[in-house]
């Protein structure tokens, strides 16, 4: 065995973290496939979208903006900000470890709940300092369970809302609630990946909650509902004092000039966007339905992806099922990392994507 002297050795903590983990894509010897594990959109990106990364193609012996000035500028008009509060970065995931980095450190905690993204314990625990996983019930956030875990020690509560795996929401008035529990030097962060296929009432994704306050932050993506998850771009809305912060340390030029390009196209195109949410609420109604129909649960959802139960009963259980659906070329999302053993993630796909997992699960639930 080679003594840690005799090599480089990572700091303390970094070997016990277990790597992100992202979905299969692949199923051996299935001849025609359809990838229903990443939450991808089925109907691709904006051509606007497509035609500025063409465009940003012509130049790429010059260095991209560090700024990210056009994207930052396109996505403030949308949703009328200040260009100064919103930092760019190569996807949501560089953002969310940029504040572990910069507000983190050994000895602090960070809160994150039962079921959230699992790139918030990484991150943590990559900053040496300590996650604390609260409960969830029935797959929300629990506020209350929350306030209750906080500590001394506690510098960052991290929220997926709407919900990943789970696809359930928490109200704006519950978010305001918990922001008003917290210490004024603990930071929220509202990650808010699938905020644009929700159509709820009640729903806030950050934006006027981070306005008011000087403690919480907004993260958003390119990679869902835009669909340009190949060009891993993502943006923060955040008080100018935490905006100053990251941008101390980030990379100068962390994004590079067709993504920054493509973002302000594919943001811009309204029509584009509102056409991917009707198709969105349009499936997840019906494979809800059909999904129950053969016996199966679904918690309700207001993403582009299901959560989708199995009974406890031998050989029916979601290993088994995740078996039999990627011998049919039908690839979901095993969640038991996410704390469901028992259930699997379906992502909304093509027509014939959806109608081919509804044939096949109903086959393996003998209900065809």
């Given at each position: 065995?080679?003594?840690?002297?005799?090599?480089?050795?990572?700091?303390?903590?970094?070997?016990?973290?277990?790597?992100?983990?992202?979905?299969?894509?692949?199923?051996?010897?299935?001849?025609?496939?359809?990838?229903?594990?990443?939450?991808?959109?089925?109907?691709?990106?904006?051509?606007?979208?497509?035609?500025?990364?063409?465009?940003?193609?012509?130049?790429?012996?010059?260095?991209?903006?560090?700024?990210?000035?056009?994207?930052?500028?396109?996505?403030?008009?949308?949703?009328?900000?200040?260009?100064?509060?919103?930092?760019?970065?190569?996807?949501?995931?560089?953002?969310?470890?940029?504040?572990?980095?910069?507000?983190?450190?050994?000895?602090?905690?960070?809160?994150?709940?039962?079921?959230?993204?699992?790139?918030?314990?990484?991150?943590?625990?990559?900053?040496?300092?300590?996650?604390?996983?609260?409960?969830?019930?029935?797959?929300?956030?629990?506020?209350?369970?929350?306030?209750?875990?906080?500590?001394?020690?506690?510098?960052?509560?991290?929220?997926?809302?709407?919900?990943?795996?789970?696809?359930?929401?928490?109200?704006?008035?519950?978010?305001?609630?918990?922001?008003?529990?917290?210490?004024?030097?603990?930071?929220?962060?509202?990650?808010?990946?699938?905020?644009?296929?929700?159509?709820?009432?009640?729903?806030?994704?950050?934006?006027?909650?981070?306005?008011?306050?000087?403690?919480?932050?907004?993260?958003?993506?390119?990679?869902?509902?835009?669909?340009?998850?190949?060009?891993?771009?993502?943006?923060?809305?955040?008080?100018?004092?935490?905006?100053?912060?990251?941008?101390?340390?980030?990379?100068?030029?962390?994004?590079?000039?067709?993504?920054?390009?493509?973002?302000?196209?594919?943001?811009?195109?309204?029509?584009?966007?509102?056409?991917?949410?009707?198709?969105?609420?349009?499936?997840?109604?019906?494979?809800?339905?059909?999904?129950?129909?053969?016996?199966?649960?679904?918690?309700?959802?207001?993403?582009n992806f299901l959560l989708i139960h199995f009974p406890d009963v031998d050989g029916k259980r979601a290993a088994q099922a995740d078996d039999f659906l990627t011998s049919r070329g039908y690839i979901l999302r095993t969640v038991g990392g996410y704390g469901f053993a028992n259930s699997l993630r379906m992502s909304?796909?093509?027509?014939?994507?959806?109608?081919?997992?509804?044939?096949?699960?109903?086959?393996?639930?003998?209900?065809?």
């Amino acid at each position: 065995m080679t003594s840690p002297l005799n090599q480089p050795m990572p700091r303390p903590g970094i070997l016990d973290i277990a790597a992100y983990v992202p979905g299969k894509e692949h199923a051996p010897g299935v001849a025609r496939v359809f990838k229903l594990s990443s939450n991808e959109t089925p109907l691709g990106a904006s051509p606007a979208a497509i035609d500025a990364f063409k465009a940003g193609a012509a130049h790429l012996e010059l260095y991209p903006d560090g700024q990210a000035r056009a994207l930052r500028e396109a996505i403030a008009d949308v949703h009328g900000l200040n260009p100064a509060n919103i930092l760019c970065g190569n996807g949501s995931d560089e953002l969310l470890g940029l504040l572990c980095h910069v507000y983190l450190g050994p000895g602090d905690e960070g809160i994150i709940t039962e079921h959230g993204f699992l790139v918030y314990k990484i991150q943590i625990m990559g900053a040496g300092a300590t996650p604390v996983v609260v409960k969830e019930t029935e797959c929300r956030v629990d506020v209350d369970a929350i306030l209750a875990a906080v500590t001394d020690k506690t510098k960052i509560v991290f929220i997926a809302n709407p919900g990943n795996p789970t696809g359930t929401y928490v109200s704006g008035a519950e978010i305001r609630r918990l922001q008003a529990g917290l210490p004024k030097h603990v930071i929220l962060v509202l990650d808010a990946a699938y905020a644009e296929y929700v159509r709820r009432n009640d729903f806030e994704a950050g934006i006027e909650i981070v306005s008011e306050n000087r403690n919480v932050v907004m993260t958003r993506t390119f990679s869902k509902i835009y669909g340009l998850a190949a060009l891993r771009i993502g943006w923060m809305y955040a008080p100018a004092a935490i905006i100053d912060a990251l941008n101390r340390v980030r990379g100068p030029f962390n994004m590079n000039a067709p993504a920054i390009a493509a973002g302000a196209a594919a943001i811009r195109d309204r029509a584009f966007t509102d056409k991917a949410v009707d198709y969105n609420l349009m499936w997840i109604d019906k494979l809800t339905h059909a999904f129950t129909a053969i016996g199966l649960a679904v918690t309700p959802s207001v993403t582009n992806f299901l959560l989708i139960h199995f009974p406890d009963v031998d050989g029916k259980r979601a290993a088994q099922a995740d078996d039999f659906l990627t011998s049919r070329g039908y690839i979901l999302r095993t969640v038991g990392g996410y704390g469901f053993a028992n259930s699997l993630r379906m992502s909304i796909g093509t027509e014939e994507a959806n109608r081919g997992v509804v044939e096949t699960l109903g086959e393996f639930m003998g209900r065809k």
